[in-house]
């Protein structure tokens, strides 16, 4: 049966507001993630695009709102929410002075993944880090760190993604791995939300397009309803803004 | 949830093996206060006990400071806290499991320096040493409780080495006063239970600051 033909809303953000001091962050963000569906969130630098992820992913409380995942709320149990999702953020988040395969399993101890031992050795094999595996993390490069990421999380195995900027520092294979993975793991049924500049590396496997413009979304648009090339000039142009901005 | 305390503790002293560094600045650190005491200090004062258990535990608190610093700081390092807030456990559960680490290195370290100690100034604390590390141990985790939470609420603040010790001295202070009064018992041969209402003391600053950092690290972390 395909996953992905009913889908079922994972997470629900209703109404929410970040501000820090008097600047106001977020400014009532709405928006439902499903599953086997994929949002590509677009906006400038201090839109607000890495508040929101953070919110998401329970690294910060927002000011008023509130996060449902399956029709609860996340403060309800909030680890069985912290189970069910996956990071990738700017930074490597991996202790530099413990191995690949030792980050591998504090990771999975953390998360209580079964068979941990012949999951991480898979997914080594699967990113291609299997030689590099008892070496410590601090003399990875950025892309090598990023497909420990990627290892991180095929062992740990969640059902929503939340990417800020997963792209930055990979290489054209390392891309294709990242891409391979993601389209993978939308077919499962899982759900995705994206933040990226480089729009046309995910441009393919996104179904919607999310633009934030100064704490607020502007505009939800499907992806088959804006062509790579009219999202692209937009982008550049800036020309999803309202006309006073 | 023990589970997951141990899991953290495991990988913290896994961390401050391969970063020896930490563990030996730290002790250097404490040999050398002993010393310039040692010098410092009148040589028929020297012997009186209420200045020595002062200085023993002047000595635990400024390189147990040492130890704090660090415990945040390789969590921060590649945003590996972030990577650690959002892993389905309890977070009081990576609070107790990195106040722990915090415990057991700095009684590694008082293993060494109690002996550097009764050699310096008093041979008596070696005779007592049981009971020295037993105070330690009561020391360390209150002031890895207290410690551990003020590091953690400090840790994305940038003057945090100036910050940490200007909230946590003020705050330590009883439990500072209730060792310093039974290592005073100690050292004038009346053994621990000559002071007992400082142990009591000191056990209930463990109890409380234990219970009360578990309850608000979570809140702490997520600002």
């Known amino acids: 049966m395909n996953p992905n033909a009913n ?20 400014k009532g963000i709405s928006l439902d993630l499903h599953s086997g569906k994929s949002t590509l969130l677009v906006g400038r630098n201090g839109a607000g695009k890495s508040t929101l992820i953070k919110i998401l992913a329970g690294l910060m409380r ?12 996340i403060a309800d149990n909030p680890e069985k929410y912290r189970k069910a999702f996956g990071l990738i953020t700017h930074a490597t988040m991996f202790y530099g002075d413990l191995s690949a ?3 591998l399993l504090f990771f999975g101890r ?10 991480v050795e898979h997914a080594l094999l699967r990113t291609g880090l299997s030689h590099a595996s008892d070496l410590t993390v601090k003399v990875f490069s950025t892309g090598m760190s990023k497909r420990l990421n990627i290892a991180r999380l095929m062992i740990t195995d969640p059902e929503i993604l939340f990417l800020d900027e997963p792209y930055s520092g990979l290489d054209l294979e390392s891309i294709d791995l990242l891409n391979k993975y993601l389209g993978d793991f939308k077919s499962k049924g899982g759900t995705i939300l994206l933040i990226s500049h480089q729009i046309d590396a995910c441009y393919d496997f996104s179904d919607k397009v999310a633009f934030l413009i100064k704490g607020v979304i502007e505009r939800e648009i499907e992806s088959g ?3 790579q090339s009219e999202l692209l000039e937009q982008y550049q142009n800036q020309t999803y803004m309202r006309p006073n901005e | ?23 030996f600045s730290m002790l250097f650190f404490s040999v050398t206060i002993l010393l310039i005491f040692a010098f410092a200090l009148p040589q028929k004062q020297s012997t009186q006990v209420d200045i020595l258990s002062g200085v023993f535990w002047i000595v635990f608190l400024l390189s147990g400071l040492l130890s704090l610093n660090k415990t945040f700081q390789q969590e921060k390092e590649n945003g590996c806290i972030e990577a650690l807030l959002v892993s389905p456990v309890n977070r009081g559960a990576i609070f107790l499991g990195k106040m722990l680490g915090t415990v057991v290195f700095i009684l590694i370290v008082q293993i060494l320096v109690i002996p550097v100690f009764g050699i310096l100034f008093h041979h008596s604390v070696i005779e007592n040493f049981s009971w020295f590390l037993l105070m330690s141990l009561l020391a360390a985790l209150g002031f890895g409780s207290l410690g551990t939470l003020l590091a953690g609420l400090t840790s994305d603040i940038r003057f945090r080495e100036i910050l940490l010790p200007l909230l946590l001295f003020p705050l330590i202070i009883p439990l500072l006063l209730a060792c310093v009064r039974i290592t005073q018992s100690l050292l ?3 053994g621990i239970l000559g002071a007992g209402d400082w142990l009591r003391l000191l056990v209930g600053f463990d109890a409380i600051f234990m219970i009360v950092s578990f309850l608000v690290f979570e809140f702490v972390m997520e600002l």
């Open chain 1, 7 to 26: 889908p079922v809303t994972l997470l629900s953000v209703r109404n929410i507001h970040k501000h820090f001091g008097y600047k106001q962050v977020l």
């Open chain 1, 62 to 73: 927002p000011s008023n709102g509130e996060i449902l995942y399956r029709k609860e709320s």
């Open chain 1, 101 to 103: 395969r030792e980050n």
């Open chain 1, 110 to 119: 953390l998360k209580k993944i079964t068979d941990l031992n012949e999951k």
């Open chain 1, 225 to 227: 309803n804006l062509s």
């Open chain 2, 1 to 23: 949830m023990v589970r997951d305390i141990w899991t953290v503790v495991i990988k913290d002293l896994k961390l401050d093996i391969r970063r020896a560094e930490n563990f």
């Open chain 2, 188 to 190: 004038a041969g009346e």
